[in-house]
C-alpha cells in the first residue's frame, strides 16, 4: 500500500552552496497492516524518510505512493506520532482527541469510541486533566491514542518511546502490539532500539548513513505475543546489532 | 507550635495609628475654619481598618485558609500600617515634612470625600479612555503579532518597526499628537493604542515563533484548517505571551494615559491633579494620586484575574 520508488532527498545546507544528501534511491514496500520497524544511527534519513510518508516532506527525486497515488500532503490516513509528545497543551487529554477527530472531520465517525480508547491504555480517570498534570508515558499514551482516534490506515512512529524509561517503554510496547491487532493498521515506527524493533515488529529496516540508504531487511517470524528472552529473539538482537557494527569483537579478528 | 502573636500584628498597628492621631498633640493649632482641621473621618476610617482586622482574626480560629492568608499578610500589612504612623508623624504631629505641601491622611481623606462626585466622574473618563485605546492597541497588536510570527514576509516589515518604535517611549509623540489631532479624546485614543501596540505585537509574535513546529506538524496530519491552525493552535499556543504583552501593554497605556491627561485632555483624573494643583488644593492632589493607585491596581489585579483563568492549564498558573 506505500510504494516507496528510487527516492532521493538531498537538502540545502544553510549559507553554503553545498546541499546535503539525505536519502540516496531507497526503494521499498510496505503491505497493509505489516508493522515495519525502521533502525538505524542518527543522521541515516529515517525521519526524513518518515516525514515523506506523513506528507511533511517531499523527496528530491522518485516518488512516494500511497495506495497507488502520490503523496501530496498529509492526511488523517497517515497518522504520525513524534518522539516529544504533541499534545496541545491547553487542551484536556479528551479534548486533544475531540479536537483531532473534528479537525479530520470523523468526529460522527469515531467519536463514540473515545472513553474506550482511554480506557484502553488506563487514561480513564485523567481525561479531563492537563498535559502537564500526567507523566511521560500517560503524554505519550494520550499521544498515541489521539492519532489512533482518527483511525488512520497507516500510523508512523517516529521513536515515540525514546523519552521514556525502559519500565514504561516495555509496558507502552505491550499497548502498541495489543491497539495494532486489534484495529489491524499498517505501522512504521522509527526506533533506536533493537530489542524493541525485534519484539514489536513484522520486519525491520537497517539503514546506514551518509547518505542513508537500505543496508538489510530483516524478516521476525516470531509469532506475537512474543517473549523478550527467547532464543530467537537473542539471535536476531545479535544479527541486527552485527549490521550496526554495535557488535564487531567478532570482526576485530579481520583486522588482526 | 505556631505564633498567633504575628496574626495580632496588623490590629496592633491600626489600633497605634488611632491612638497617635487623637492623642498625640499636633504640630499647630487648628481653628474650625482651617479648610484641613483634622477630623474625626481618619478616626472612623481606621477604626473600621482595626476592625477588618479583628474580623480576620476571629475568621483565622475557624478556618485554616483564612489562617495561612493571614499570616502570609500580616507583616505586609503592618509594615504599611507602620508607615502610615510615620507618615502621619512626620506631617500632623511634627510638621517635619514641608506644610502645607505634604498633608496628612485625615486631609487627603476629606479631600477625596468632598470631591467624590468629580473623582468619581474623572475616573469614569480616564477608563473609558485608557480601554478605548487599550481596546485598539490589543486587537491590533495580536493581529500583527500572529500574522508577522505566521509570515516571514509580514514579519520583514514588522520586526523593524516595532524594534526602532519600540524604543521610543510612547508619550514622545504626544506634543506632534496635540497638535494635529482633531480631538484630545481621540489623539490620547491614539497614543495609548500606540504604546500598547510594541509590547502586544512583539510578545505576540515571539509566542507564535516559539511553538514548537512539531505542534503545528501533529496538527497538520490531523487536517486542521489553515483557519484553524491560526485561532486553534496558533493563537492558544502563544497565549502566555501574550498576556506577558497585555501586562506590559497595561502599563505603559496608564503611563501614556496620565501624561495625555496631565499635558492635554480636558477631564479624567491627570486633569483633575493638575488643576487641584493650580488652585493650591494639595489634599485633592494627593487624594486624587490615592485613587489613580487604586484604579490601576484594580486593573492590573483584574487583568491578573482573567490571566490566571485563561492560562489554567499551564504548569503552576492555577
Known sequence: MIEIKNITKTF???????????????????????FISIIGTSGCGKSTLLRMIAGLEFPTKGEVLFDGEPISGT????????????????????KNIV????????????????????????????????????SGGMRQRAALIRSLAVSPDVLLLDEPLGALDS?????????????????????????????????????IIVMSPRPGRIVEIVDVPISYPRNRGASEFARLR??????????SEVEHEYYL | MK??????????????????????????????????APTHVFTWFMGFVALMFLVWNIAAFVSKKADEKLRQAALIYSAALVLLLIYDFATLKTGILPQPFV??????????IRDRVILWRSVLHSLRLLFTGYGIGVTLGIIAGVAAGWSKHVRYWVQPVVKVLGAIPPVTWLPIILVVANSLFGG????????????????????????????????????????????????????????QGLMQGMSVACTALLVAELMGVEAGLGWYINRQRGWADFAGMYGAIVIICITFLTVTNVLNIIRRRVLRWKDGEA
Not at chain 1, 80 to 87: D, P, S
Not at chain 2, 5 to 34: G, M, W
Not at chain 2, 103 to 112: E, G, R, T, V
Request: with cysteine.
Open chain 1, 12 to 34: 540545502k545546507r544553510e549559507g553554503a552552496n553545498e546541499s546535503l544528501c539525505a536519502i540516496e534511491d531507497l526503494s521499498l514496500s510496505i503491505k497493509r497492516g505489516e
Open chain 1, 75 to 94: 492526511s488523517p490516513n497517515r497518522g504520525l506520532v513524534f518522539q516529544e509528545h504533541t499534545l496541545f497543551p491547553w487542551m484536556t487529554v479528551k
Open chain 1, 99 to 134: 479536537f483531532a477527530l473534528k479537525s479530520a472531520k470523523r468526529y460522527e465517525q469515531y467519536g463514540s469510541i473515545v472513553d474506550t480508547l482511554l480506557e484502553t491504555v488506563g487514561l480513564r480517570q485523567f481525561a479531563n486533566s492537563y498535559p502537564h498534570q500526567l
Open chain 1, 167 to 203: 519500565f514504561t517503554r516495555m509496558q507502552l510496547q505491550d499497548e502498541i502490539v495489543h491497539l495494532w491487532k486489534e484495529r489491524g493498521n499498517t505501522m512504521v515506527m522509527i526506533t533506536h532500539d533493537v530489542d524493541e524493533a525485534v519484539y514489536l515488529s513484522n520486519r
Open chain 1, 238 to 247: 545479535t544479527r541486527l546489532l552485527k549490521r550496526l557494527d554495535f557488535a
Open chain 2, 3 to 36: 505564633t498567633h502573636i504575628i496574626k495580632l500584628f496588623p490590629l496592633i498597628a491600626a489600633i497605634l495609628v488611632i491612638l497617635q492621631y487623637v492623642f498625640v498633640p499636633n504640630f499647630r493649632e487648628f481653628t474650625p475654619l482651617d479648610q484641613t
Open chain 2, 103 to 112: 498633608p496628612w491622611s485625615d486631609a487627603i481623606l476629606n479631600a477625596i
Open chain 2, 188 to 243: 490620547a485614543v491614539f497614543l495609548i493604542s500606540l504604546a500598547v501596540w510594541y509590547p502586544v505585537t512583539s510578545t505576540t509574535m515571539n509566542g507564535v515563533l516559539s511553538v514548537p513546529k512539531s505542534t503545528f506538524e501533529a496538527a497538520k496530519t490531523f487536517g486542521v484548517t489553515q483557519f484553524g491552525m491560526i485561532f486553534k493552535v496558533a493563537l492558544p499556543a502563544s497565549m502566555q505571551f501574550i498576556f
